[in-house]
């Protein structure tokens, strides 16, 4: 079925507008840039064939997280997930600035690949995100009690593995 120009031209500027930071919370999302990459495809394959259905465009963005979140649960439960690449650090790397960002990264995103995809998408949410509990709630289909403890055991586990400083991202 032919879609009518308008639809594709929004489309369009959809991805544009939103695509960097759908990749950004499927790389997180799923602890790995080449399968947040993978991720994004599919949601916005599967937004694209919704878009005539999805009362407003401007929630295209919302609607997209929400199957990227579905997709990730699915994907976590494969078997296989397909190659992994090596999580260690060359040995070649000096000690400095840049290395210890890398490292601290590196050390959030294997903490945050530990997480149920349920607690990852909510801390993803509010807190890379700053989306509020209401917004969050709304996004994933769950009510705000859910988002408030999903987040506080998300982030007692991070702080357990000491990918999170005590003080660092309060629930608010």
Same mark, same amino acid.
């Given at each position: /079925?032919?879609?009518?120009?308008?639809?594709? +031209?929004?489309?369009?500027?959809?991805?544009?507008? *939103?695509?960097?930071?759908? @990749?950004?919370?499927?790389?997180?999302?799923?602890? +790995?840039?080449? #399968?947040?990459?993978?991720?994004? %495809?599919?949601?916005?394959? #599967?937004?694209?064939?919704?878009?005539?259905?999805? $009362? +407003?465009? *401007? *929630?295209?963005?919302?609607?997209?997280?929400?199957? /990227?979140?579905?997709?990730?649960?699915?994907?976590?439960?494969?078997?296989?997930?397909?190659?992994?690449?090596?999580?260690?650090?060359?040995?070649?790397?000096?000690?400095?600035?840049? $290395?210890? %960002?890398?490292?601290?990264?590196?050390?959030?995103?294997?903490?945050?690949?530990?997480?149920?995809? $349920? %607690?990852?998408?909510? @801390?993803?949410?509010?807190?890379?995100?700053?989306?509020?509990?209401?917004?969050?709630?709304?996004?994933?289909?769950?009510?705000?009690?859910?988002? #408030?403890?999903?987040?506080?055991?998300?982030?007692?586990?991070?702080?357990?593995?000491?990918?999170?400083?005590? +003080?660092?991202?309060?629930?608010?």
């Amino acid at each position: /079925m032919e879609r009518q120009g308008g639809a594709t +031209d929004e489309f369009e500027a959809f991805i544009a507008r *939103a695509h960097s930071g759908l @990749v950004r919370f499927g790389t997180l999302l799923l602890g +790995d840039a080449g #399968k947040g990459e993978d991720l994004v %495809q599919v949601a916005l394959i #599967k937004t694209y064939g919704a878009w005539g259905r999805l $009362s +407003d465009p *401007a *929630a295209a963005g919302a609607y997209t997280r929400k199957v /990227m979140v579905r997709e990730a649960g699915r994907w976590r439960r494969r078997r296989w997930a397909g190659e992994e690449a090596t999580g260690a650090l060359p040995e070649d790397v000096q000690a400095g600035d840049a $290395s210890d %960002q890398l490292v601290e990264h590196l050390r959030l995103v294997d903490a945050l690949r530990s997480l149920p995809v $349920s %607690q990852r998408a909510v @801390v993803l949410l509010r807190f890379l995100e700053g989306r509020s509990e209401a917004e969050t709630a709304a996004l994933l289909g769950i009510s705000i009690g859910t988002v #408030k403890s999903r987040s506080s055991r998300g982030l007692a586990a991070l702080r357990a593995l000491g990918a999170l400083d005590d +003080d660092v991202l309060e629930p608010g």
